[in-house]
């Protein structure tokens, strides 16, 4: 017969998988989310076809990417205009809920029958054109955060996991500094991923763990620290290059 104790045991283990099951979801889920919704460059042509086929539901005009936004696990560059003129860049958003951008001032031939002089040259004002001839011009202003939704999950799921870590039972292969160092500054998230791998969070046991009172033989603070600024050195150095290998499809870099 099973004991009640041990069937309590088995149930409670059996709820803390499925909790970092959960949280290994969530983050994939958040990850592919600001990959979809990252605004990829298009064409000059492809921004005026979306225009005139009333494609676009949303768009905003801008001449800078602040790439301050983009601080975080999947923050991106944020489109900003500093000028009164609108543009040269020109963002849009369509019903499947991606975004693209394109730099008016880059294009092969534009006919423009209405008044340029708000707009940052005739492709700006091409595009303009476009986008009153079929009646949307009303949805532009700011386009409705599409990363920047998910990097606030991304944050709200950093801050509850950097909870548990200090306010939690102690860690076991580092120390509760090691791990705050290396979630909280390793791009993309990765920290957390690498945490529930080697500390197996909310397990009964954990092999070859160190005693949680045994600081010495954890990984300490400092190493958090410089593993976590190595890895996100390489990531700002790598990402550029795949960028250009790959192509804006696969490593969206919104201005670059």
């Not at 803390?16 to 989310?33: D, F, G, H, K, N």
């Not at 090691?178 to 993309?188: A, E, Q």
Request: hydrophobic share 45%; proline share 7%; aromatic share 12%.
């Amino acid at each position: 017969m099973e004991s009640p104790v041990i069937s309590t045991v088995d149930r409670s283990r059996r709820w803390w998988s499925a909790l970092r099951l959960a949280l290994v979801l969530l983050w994939l889920v958040t990850a592919i989310a600001a990959w979809w919704t990252t605004p990829r460059e298009q064409s000059y042509e492809k921004a005026r076809a979306e225009a005139a086929a009333s494609r676009v539901t949303a768009f905003q005009w801008g001449d800078q990417w602040n790439s301050t936004e983009a601080d975080g696990w999947f923050g991106t560059p944020d489109l900003r205009q500093s000028s009164s003129q609108l543009g040269p860049f020109f963002a849009w958003k369509t019903s499947d809920g991606r975004s693209y951008w394109t730099d008016t001032t880059t294009f092969e031939q534009v006919g423009v029958s209405i008044d340029d002089d708000g707009y940052f040259g005739p492709g700006a004002a091409g595009i303009a054109q476009q986008l009153r001839a079929a009646g949307i011009e009303q949805r532009g202003g700011t386009l409705p955060p599409g990363a920047s939704s998910t990097a606030g999950i991304a944050f709200l799921l950093a801050v509850v996991i950097l909870g548990v870590v200090i306010a939690g039972p102690p860690p076991r292969r580092g120390t509760r500094w090691f791990w705050f160092w290396l979630i909280y500054i390793t791009p993309l998230g990765l920290g957390l991923l690498f945490w529930l791998v080697r500390e197996h969070p909310w397990a009964r046991s954990a092999p070859h763990a160190a005693p949680s009172g045994d600081g010495e033989r954890r990984d300490r603070g400092t190493l958090g620290l410089a593993i976590g600024l190595i890895l996100t050195i390489l990531h700002i150095a790598v990402v550029p290059i795949l960028h250009k290998v790959l192509g804006d499809w696969w490593v969206p870099q919104p201005g670059a």
